[in-house]
């Protein structure tokens, strides 16, 4: 069954600080790994990782995906109490699984002042 | 441009009752999918629907039923309501048949099931 597990599920640090984000998958025809901001409602898109080793960057927001091991990290550098969320990561599979996506827990990230 | 919208936003139904939850994706996007998320839970699939077509299917049971229209709008139908079936219904859509795109999400159902 596949599989997509994100550690820590809860992370609380203050502003500042630089937090890592785990996320591990076991996903047969893997296509792509995506990572989402999720504050009250709708996740939002932040990045796709399709390739090993290319770092996607936006201000102070990066991540990278490392296929052989089958993970990848969010990090986020100099955190602000907006950055306060549950980040998701999910990943995509390719032929009869193209575009579903399976998602783990998410990473609760609460910011204090 | 309009993001994905859903209807309605909130929802209190009891056990027992059918629910139908509704989604327009954004302009141009043809593929429409469904989540479920539980609360602490990760979203998880329920249906994927392109060009009208079913395409895929989670693990949910059969009183689950969804359906896309001509102008790739999307129902989801839930029956005979149980208390586990409260939880936020998400609706996302993407171009899917190009090379790399994003799947955007609408703000979500809450369901109540009392």
């Known amino acids: 069954e596949d599989k997509v597990v994100q550690s820590p599920l809860s992370l609380v640090v203050h502003e500042g600080d630089t937090v890592t984000l785990n996320c591990s998958y076991e996903v047969t025809n893997f296509r792509s790994l995506l990572w989402y901001k999720q504050e009250k409602k709708a996740p939002t898109f932040l990045f796709m990782l399709t390739s090993s080793g290319i770092e996607r960057k936006s201000g102070r927001l990066s991540s990278i995906l490392d296929k052989k091991e089958l993970f990848s990290i969010l990090n986020i550098t100099a955190t602000q109490t907006g950055d306060s969320a549950v980040y998701l990561c999910a990943v995509e599979g390719r032929g009869s699984t193209l575009g579903r996506l399976y998602f783990g827990r998410g990473t609760q990230l609460t910011v204090w002042p | 441009d309009a993001g994905v919208t859903q209807s309605p936003t909130h929802l209190i139904k009891t056990r027992g009752q059918q629910v139908t939850l509704r989604c327009s994706p954004i302009s141009g996007h043809k593929s429409v999918s469904w989540y479920q998320q539980v609360l602490g839970q990760g979203p998880q699939f329920i249906f994927q629907?392109?060009?009208?077509?079913?395409?895929g299917r989670g693990n949910f049971p059969d009183r689950f039923s969804a359906r896309q229209f001509p102008n790739y709008s999307s129902e989801l139908n839930v029956n005979a309501l149980l208390l586990g079936d409260s939880a936020l219904y998400l609706c996302a859509s993407s171009f899917l048949q190009a090379e790399f795109y994003e799947q955007y999400f609408g703000p979500g159902t809450r369901l109540t099931v009392t």
């Open positions: 629907y392109y060009e009208k077509e079913e395409r």
